[in-house]
T-cell receptor, first 115, second 111 residues
Framework: DTGVSQDPRHKITKRGQNVTFRCDPI?????LYWYRQTLGQGPEFLTY????????KSRLLSDRFSAERPKGSFSTLEIQRTEQGDSAMYLC?????????????FGPGTRLLVL | DQQVKQNSPSLSVQEGRISILNCDYT??????FLWYKKYPAEGPTFLIS?????DKNEDGRFTVFLNKSAKHLSLHIVPSQPGDSAVYFC??????????FGTGTRLAVRP
């Protein structure tokens, strides 16, 4: 069984650098979500895709953030010109959406530290 | 605007006893609710869910209760085991859309 996988698991970068994270969803899951979690908070929605179409972006997703899912399979999340406030756990989730009541399954996350 | 609230940041329970974790929500559009369990440095693991048309859903030691009129749900774990020690998040979903999470409750089960 292959669940949701994320790479890398940890990333340390200097302020101003660009970083890119990858998420591989569960096979045949048509929806893919990105969330961000900071200390003491629950995960917060960033954006999601249905197949290759990006359907919604949160206002948390500034113009320094971009996400893609070019072939409707894996997705990448890029952060340009990182800031210390970007330090967080970035979580990816996928689901097999039909109409309602979809259950999202999460990956292990990528922990980003911006120095 | 905190649409999902978990007002107890922590809970300590003796092994074998019942753990009750509570969650309140304000968004009337939520039609599906989920509980996730999270260990440090790992992603959330799906535990149990409930549709808004039901008031109870049970899966082994885990039962979720939903009181729509009070906009309140709770997760019961019976009997509690040390391996249940983790942070528990409740989340609301509207029409198969993004999840809105609470801030979590840290459960410690004492042997």
């Amino acid at each position: 069984d292959t669940g949701v996988s994320q790479d890398p698991r940890h990333k340390i970068t200097k302020r101003g650098q660009n970083v890119t994270f990858r998420c591989d969803p569960i096979s045949e899951h048509n929806r893919l979500y990105w969330y961000r979690q900071t200390l003491g908070q629950g995960p917060e929605f960033l954006t999601y895709f249905q197949n290759e179409a990006q359907l919604e972006k949160s206002r948390l997703l500034s113009d320094r953030f971009s996400a893609e899912r070019p072939k409707g399979s894996f997705s990448t999340l890029e952060i340009q010109r990182t800031e210390q406030g970007d330090s967080a756990m970035y979580l990816c989730a996928s689901s097999r959406w039909t109409t309602v009541e979809e259950t999202q399954y999460f990956g292990p996350g990528t922990r980003l530290l911006v120095l | 605007d905190q649409q999902v609230k978990q007002n107890s940041p922590s809970l300590s329970v003796q092994e074998g006893r019942i753990s009750i974790l509570n969650c309140d929500y304000t968004n009337s559009m939520f039609d599906y609710f989920l509980w996730y369990k999270k260990y440090p440095a790992e992603g959330p693991t799906f535990l149990i869910s409930i549709s808004s048309i039901k008031d109870k859903n049970e899966d082994g030691r885990f039962t979720v209760f939903l009181n729509k009129s009070a906009k309140h749900l709770s997760l019961h774990i019976v009997p509690s085991q040390p391996g249940d020690s983790a942070v528990y998040f409740c989340a609301g979903e509207s029409s198969g859309d993004k999840l809105t999470f609470g801030t979590g409750t840290r459960l410690a089960v004492r042997p």
